[in-house]
């Protein structure tokens, strides 16, 4: 099977199955599901606080421990981040995708607009991909990577605010608060790169689950079992006919 060198389209068959995405890879995608998940329910319940005047904060500690869930899940996503990125220099070709956009690639540029008219219901033949399709790789990184990694820094100067100017947390962190102007605009920041990142989230599962329907590859069983399958061959060069029977 013939691959593409940057985008890894699929050029010739004959088709076959590919280990696409490695056992760690799989294990970050779903901690980092997990922990968004519960980043966002405990972000809005501290920007909205259902409950008030619960009953005297003493007694239940209800708003502390939304905190504390907040800080712990916001440590692991940071955690998972990092560990995302280290293996994306010791594993395979396809684990570096999210990070590496080829725009010198005119074949990849190409299957950008190819790929956004499939989805857009105006080119019912898309190319086979065994990674991410293009698209999907930008919106990876530049929503989904840049995103994570914004959002990241806002929280843990937002975290570092807590503990004051003469701790070891801002000696780390304090440079956000007095780069961005004051802690309302990082925390509205932090607030906003949360919307953006539930933006890419519905699209991600749009772009997901129509491709295992309609499209010729898996996508959620490759997360699940790191294989890719195709539905259908690809189809091969007639390597029978002749250049001037080609040509005609």
């Not at 299957?111 to 019912?124: P, S």
């Not at 004051?182 to 129509?210: D, E, K, N, W």
């Amino acid at each position: 099977m013939k691959i593409s060198k940057w985008s890894y389209e699929i050029e010739e068959g004959p088709i076959e199955p590919v280990y696409v995405y490695e056992a760690p890879v799989r294990f970050w995608h779903w901690a980092q599901c997990l922990a968004f998940f519960m980043l966002v329910v405990t972000g809005f319940l501290i920007g909205w606080p259902p409950i008030p005047n619960y009953a005297e904060t003493w007694n239940t500690y209800f708003f502390g421990h939304i905190l504390l869930l907040h800080f712990v899940f916001g440590m692991l996503f940071s955690v998972l981040m990092l560990y995302r990125i280290y293996w994306a220099f010791v594993g395979n070709k396809y684990s570096r995708m999210i990070f590496l956009l080829p725009f010198w690639d005119m074949q990849w540029i190409k299957g950008i607009f190819g790929t956004a008219f499939y989805y857009l219901f105006l080119n019912k033949h898309p190319k086979e991909y065994v990674g991410h399709n293009p698209l999907a790789q930008i919106a990876m990184c530049l929503m989904y990577v840049l995103g994570s990694i914004a959002i990241i820094i806002t929280g843990f100067g937002l975290y570092a605010e807590q503990w004051g100017w003469d701790t070891g947390w801002m000696s780390w962190f304090g440079w956000v608060t007095a780069w961005m102007g004051g802690p309302q605009v990082v925390r509205t920041t932090h607030h906003l790169l949360m919307y953006y990142l539930l933006i890419f989230l519905c699209a991600h599962l749009y772009m997901s689950f129509r491709e295992d329907i309609m499209g010729g590859g898996t996508q959620v069983s490759t997360m699940i079992n790191g294989i890719r399958f195709f539905k259908e061959p690809i189809p091969q060069p007639d390597n029978n006919v002749a250049p001037a029977q080609k040509k005609a």
